[in-house]
């Protein structure tokens, strides 16, 4: 079974730049997150998808970070415009069911801003 | 509002010795507590996972214990090898939180040979 993909792995931009993560989850999984892990800290969560709805955006930034889940599958998270602080690891997980336990990662963009 | 702490942040022992690691949180309403093994550039894996009507959960030489009244939960690494190099995280979930983690900061291990 082939695991939850991201790409790309590493990106570094310049504050006030633009930048977008992609996460294609395990085949089958309803539900995706998206984490931001800062250096020295546990992975927060940014965001949870049903499908393609929203269940969980409470801690998302939105005056600078979007995301979708088109058609319940893969999923894009964008950052616009990009400061110092979002340097990061974002990290995309997927779990069969809203309220599993489960969750299967993967292995991260890591964003440096400067 | 639930905060989860690991000390120490970082631990060096040597091949073969028991590894401790230490989670506390600060609401004991949890519906269960999993731990995870994050290794560089690399997402996380979940070793253990503990209901909250339980006191522990063993897979081959890991053992996790949890004591909700105090809040703390304990992982125990038996005889430990340098391939048990990573960072432990510690992550609670309430019962209402449909599948989200809180997290701790995470002790990164190395074990020397």
């Known amino acids: 079974e082939a695991g939850v993909a991201q790409s790309p792995r590493y990106k570094i931009i310049e504050k006030r730049q633009s930048v977008a993560f992609w996460c294609n989850p395990i085949?089958?999984?309803?539900?995706l997150y998206w984490y931001q892990q800062i250096l020295g800290q546990g992975p927060k969560l940014l965001i949870q998808?049903?499908?393609?709805?929203?269940?969980?955006d409470s801690q998302l930034p939105k005056d600078r970070f979007s995301a979708e889940r088109l058609k319940g599958v893969d999923s894009t998270l964008k950052i616009q415009p990009a400061k110092l602080e979002d340097s990061a690891v974002y990290l995309c997980?997927?779990?069969?069911?809203?309220?599993?336990?489960?969750?299967?990662f993967g292995p991260g963009t890591r964003l440096t801003v400067t | 509002k639930q905060e989860v702490t690991q000390i120490p942040a970082a631990l060096s022992v040597p091949e073969g010795e028991n590894l401790v690691l230490n989670c506390s949180f600060t609401?004991?309403?949890?519906?269960?507590l999993q731990w995870f093994r994050q290794d560089p550039g690399k997402g996380l894996t979940s070793l253990l996972l503990?209901?909250?009507?339980?006191r522990e959960q063993t897979s081959g030489r890991l053992n996790a214990s949890l004591d909700k009244s105090s809040g703390r939960s304990t992982l125990y690494i038996a005889a430990s090898q340098p391939g048990d190099s990573a960072t432990y995280l510690c992550a609670v979930s309430g019962a209402d939180s449909w599948g989200k983690f809180q997290f701790g900061a995470g002790t990164q291990v190395v074990v020397t040979p």
């Open positions: 609401d004991s309403a949890i519906y269960n």
């Open positions: 998808f049903q499908n393609n709805g929203v269940v969980d």
């Open positions: 085949s089958g999984h309803a539900t």
């Open positions: 997980a997927s779990s069969p069911t809203p309220d599993s336990y489960e969750q299967y």
């Open positions: 503990i209901q909250s009507s339980q």
